[in-house]
């Protein structure tokens, strides 16, 4: 069993950064392959970053490439979101999962991760 608790949701303005923390406990997720989502009000589960398991490969959305980063310190079992100059339509619910596989495919498909966090809620006010 893998527990997710996500951290570091906030209000902030246009342009500015904050940086999410996804803590995991439990069984290791050292060799899985770790992902942000996020679900703004009226819409979709959509796909944010994803890493693999030794952080030397990321995959981004594009509407976030360049302004987020994803990361993960495995001996501290966690896993950051960067987020910089954020916008208001980046204004969600950001959740962390874990893949299934320790294989790094699929990252943008729901369907690829077991376990999830309960979500940080991130608003950017305009």
């Known amino acids: 069993q893998v527990q997710l608790v996500e951290s570091g949701g906030g209000l902030v303005q246009a342009g500015g950064s904050l940086r999410l923390s996804c803590a995991a406990s439990g069984r290791t997720f050292t060799y899985y392959p770790m992902a942000w989502f996020r679900q703004g009000p009226g819409k979709e589960r959509e796909y944010v970053a994803a890493?693999?398991?030794?952080?030397?490969?990321?995959s981004y959305a594009d509407s976030v490439k360049g302004r987020f980063t994803i990361s993960r310190d495995n001996a501290e079992n966690t896993v950051y979101l960067q987020m910089n100059s954020l916008k208001p339509e980046d204004t969600a619910v950001y959740y962390c999962a874990k893949s299934k596989t320790s294989v790094f495919r699929l990252v943008s498909l729901a369907g690829t991760y077991d376990y999830w966090g309960q979500g940080t809620q991130v608003t950017v006010s305009s």
């Open positions: 890493i693999n398991w030794s952080g030397s490969s990321t």
